[in-house]
């Protein structure tokens, strides 16, 4: 089992962390990784009609309580699915649009495992671990508000039972 | 003493008050800290009450009536944003 946690300021290579699931070898058969970047502008779903550009996304967290909580996550993803490797890169501090913000990389031995997994690693991730963004719109900073969409999200996995 | 640690839109409601309060029996759960704060900051009170708002006592989330000891690091949480 190749597991890998990072939070971290500076960038990741996705190509490396690929060639890194790839090598472990003995019965791999499926990567799926999911790249997260910062998008340009930021919107309210309460408020269809509201975009603002974003000129740059901070991102906070609470040092030793986000890696716990990520290895946790990870730990509920390896009970639900057979996994041989699971990659969190998840980046903190000053970040601009178009930057890569988390990655999610899972290895298998077959595609489903693989895929549910990943989906649900981001799901959890975004509604436990303790990262808080601070958005730069207008001149302005302001904290973002979490997303109803992403409970949701989340909370369709209490339901499933692995199969 | 008791290390307070506020994140996200919290912090910047605190940015004005002690992070590092004495250990005191009348202030030894995140609930009685919470009503404590309620007297000064009326704002960030308002702010921590809302039910979306977590407390970890070091590091592991628990229940606003969970017991402190001194030396304990008491965070507050707003709804995580991150991914």
Known sequence: ?163 | MLNLLFFGRLGDLASGIDKAIPYHIDLATPLAIRNKLAEQHPLLTKELSEPQVLVSVNKMIVKWDHPLFDGDEVAFLPPVTGG
């Open chain 1, 1 to 163: 089992m190749s597991i890998s946690i990072s939070v971290q300021a500076k960038d990741f290579d996705l190509g490396a962390e690929y060639d890194r699931l790839r090598s472990i070898g003995d019965g791999l058969g499926a990567i799926v990784t999911f790249t997260g970047l910062v998008r340009d502008f930021e919107s309210r779903p309460e408020e269809p009609q509201y975009s603002r550009k974003l000129t740059t996304l901070t991102l906070q967290h609470y040092p030793e309580m986000t890696e716990r909580l990520l290895s946790d996550i990870v730990e509920q993803a390896l009970t639900r699915w057979s996994l041989l490797g699971v990659t969190v890169i998840h980046r903190i501090g000053s970040l601009s649009p178009n930057d890569q913000i988390v990655l999610v990389g899972v290895a298998s031995t077959h595609r489903h495992d693989a895929f549910q997994a990943a989906e649900f690693v981001m799901d959890y991730l975004k509604t436990r671990a303790t990262f808080w963004k601070k958005a730069h719109v207008d001149g302005q900073e302001q904290w973002l508000d979490a997303k109803h969409s992403d409970a949701n999200a989340a909370a369709r996995w209490d339901d499933i039972k692995h199969d």
